[in-house]
């Protein structure tokens, strides 16, 4: 059996950066936000695949694609980059409440890693962090909560995505 002091946070690595849940915090890798009304070409995602270099960033003849100049990625003509069919005002926008624990501190009494969990809307510290990984943009959102912040684990999911809440979202 594992003691509390043994029980070491894992370290939630992006490239070289990496995130250790302190003391009773954890680190929550949040669901990403959907309204429902997404864009059904790109599914809210902004861009597509190049069609001019299949997304490979080359051209055909050699040298870098000259249409997505070499990035892979287009904007999506069925929305225009919009992402979606009705867009919604960035203040009026709301996160999601929930999300994935990918870091939890030696002294968490009931979460770990992988845990499905739940907060109140403004519980925690959001930090965005977009980076790029094989010439894609990525976009991701961690809130470090303490642990009694947590309202509930949950399971499952198919209920709770119409459940979703707003807020803002950089
Ligand atoms: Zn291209
Ligand atoms: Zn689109």
Redesign the pocket.
């Known amino acids: 059996m594992i003691t509390m002091e043994e029980r070491k946070a894992a370290v939630f690595q992006i490239q070289s950066l990496g995130f250790i849940a302190m003391g009773d915090r954890v680190v929550v890798e949040e669901d990403k936000f959907r309204s429902g009304y997404e ?8 861009k ?1 695949s190049c069609p001019k270099c299949d997304g490979r960033g080359v051209s055909t003849v050699g040298g870098v694609c000259k249409v997505c100049d070499g990035s892979k990625q287009t904007v ?8 979606a069919s009705i867009v919604v005002p960035q203040n009026a926008q709301m996160r999601p409440t929930s999300g994935t624990v990918v870091s939890a501190g030696k002294d968490c009494a009931e979460l770990i890693e992988g845990d499905r969990v739940i907060y109140a809307r403004f519980a925690g510290n959001i930090f965005g962090l977009e980076y790029d990984e094989d010439g894609e943009r990525k976009k991701i959102v961690l809130n470090v909560l303490h642990e009694k912040e947590i309202l509930s684990k949950i399971t499952g999911g198919l209920a709770y995505s119409k459940m979703a809440q707003p807020i803002v979202r950089q």
């Open positions: 864009c059904r070409t790109c599914d809210g995602e902004e597509v999506c003509p069925a929305c225009n980059g919009k992402g």
